[in-house]
C-alpha cells in the first residue's frame, strides 16, 4: 500500500516518518534531516532509518567547495550531491533483499516531479508496492503535482495538518 505523508514545510514530516517506522517491525529507509550551522540552515543529511548511517545529500552551495569534485547539481541555494540518491537507492534494494515490511522515502519534491533525485527509486518502489508497504512524504502544496506526475491513484493521504 503507498501511504503519502503531506504537511506544508517544517511540518512535521519527518518527526512522523521515524515515529511510523518505530512501530514496524521490519521496516527500512531514510529521512532527510537538517544539518544546522550557528542556528543558519547549511543543508540536509539522508539518515538510514534501520542502520543509522547518513550521507549528505545537500549543502548550501557556497559551503559546498570540498565536495566539488563529487557528481552534483544546484536547485535553489542547494548542491545536492548524487551519491546520496544512488546510496538510497541501495537501501531500497537491501530492503527488497531482506524482505522489509515497509519502505519510507523523506522526501519527494519538486526535484522528483521533474524526473531527478529520487525519481527513479520512487517509480520503482511504487511498482512494487505488493510487496510492502511504502511511506512518501511530500509537502502539502505539491501533493496533486505528485501524484500526476508519478500516476498514483491508490493512496492512503496522511494529512498532518
Known amino acids: 500500500m503507498l501511504h503519502l505523508i503531506s504537511a506544508p514545510k517544517d511540518g512535521g514530516k519527518t518527526s512522523c516518518v521515524k515515529q ?3 512501530e514496524q517491525k521490519r521496516g527500512r529507509g531514510f529521512c532527510s534531516e ?6 543558519v540552515l547549511f543543508g540536509y543529511v539522508l539518515r538510514d532509518l534501520h542502520g543509522g548511517g547518513t550521507k549528505n545529500i545537500a549543502l548550501r ?8 569534485g563529487e ?7 542547494y548542491r545536492f550531491f548524487n551519491e546520496a540518491f544512488v546510496w538510497a537507492q541501495g537501501l531500497y534494494a537491501q530492503a527488497c533483499e531482506e524482505g522489509a515490511s515497509a519502505f519510507f522515502i523523506d522526501e519527494l519534491g519538486q526535484i522528483e516531479i521533474h524526473g531527478g533525485g529520487h525519481a527513479a ?10 510487496n510492502m508497504d ?4 511530500v509537502r502539502d502544496s505539491f501533493v496533486h503535482e505528485a501524484c500526476r506526475a508519478f500516476c498514483f491513484k491508490d493512496y492512503h493521504l496522511l494529512s498532518l495538518f
Open 61 to 68: 552551495d557556497g559551503e559546498a567547495g570540498l565536495f566539488r
Open 34 to 39: 537538517k544539518i544546522m550551522k550557528d542556528g
Open 20 to 22: 511510523l517506522f518505530m
Open 71 to 77: 557528481e552534483s547539481f544546484c536547485h535553489g541555494p
Open 134 to 137: 511504502l511511506y512518501i512524504t
Open 121 to 130: 527509486l520512487i517509480r520503482q518502489a511504487a511498482a512494487s508496492s505488493r
